[in-house]
């Protein structure tokens, strides 16, 4: 909260309206008060010797801070597939820290340096993330190696955080005899 046109370095006591700790401050020697991290609410000042002022003041911003990144990897849901032909692979993220908010987050395929990016609501203690689907290429012949896809999920630094990722995993498939 920000306010102004008060008399240089006098004394106000700020209280919140419906209950709380009331507290005693001093306007700046331009005549300006500037309050922060308030709870949501409306507020009484009292100038000393004159009436109160009522005011609100907005939330203060929170801040989310991600801790861990891990990722499972969610279909196919079979336990063996056609390797002969292109199979989507499903992953899904789980990610824990504290606070609320919009954050951004990157799924990364390390074999290909492909990236796809996009913002979250976090609700913490921890969210799960969309889903993200990379498809393993078909195999040409049964004697090739089985197809193996690989994902990460990625928090980039956002603020003051470090940034957070989870392990690289790769899922390997399981092919249908012959494909």
């Known amino acids: 909260m920000a306010l102004a046109g008060f008399r240089a370095k006098q004394t106000v006591t700020i209280q ?4 709380g700790r009331s507290s005693t401050t001093s306007v700046s020697p ?8 308030l709870r949501d609410g409306t507020y009484t000042i009292k100038r000393q010797g004159h009436s109160t002022i009522p005011c609100k003041d907005a939330p203060a911003p929170v801040t989310v801070d991600i801790t861990d990144a891990d990722v499972v990897a969610t279909k196919p849901n079979t336990p063996t597939v056609k390797c002969n032909q292109a199979t989507p692979v499903t ?40 889903e993200f689907v990379v498809t ?17 999920l990625v928090v980039p630094r956002q603020g003051s955080e470090q940034g ?16």
């Open 136 to 152: 393993a290429p078909a195999r040409a012949n049964p004697t090739e190696p089985r197809p193996t896809v690989k994902v990460q």
């Open 16 to 19: 919140r309206v419906g209950g």
């Open 91 to 130: 992953f899904e993220g789980t990610l824990t820290g504290t606070g609320t908010g919009d954050i951004r987050i990157a799924w990364f395929n390390p074999d290909t340096g492909k990236r796809s990016e996009r913002t979250m609501k976090f609700t913490g203690p921890t969210s799960k993330t969309a």
């Open 30 to 37: 331009q005549g300006s008060l500037t309050v922060r991290n």
């Open 164 to 179: 957070v990722s989870s392990a690289v995993l790769p899922v390997t498939l399981v092919c249908e005899t012959g494909t």
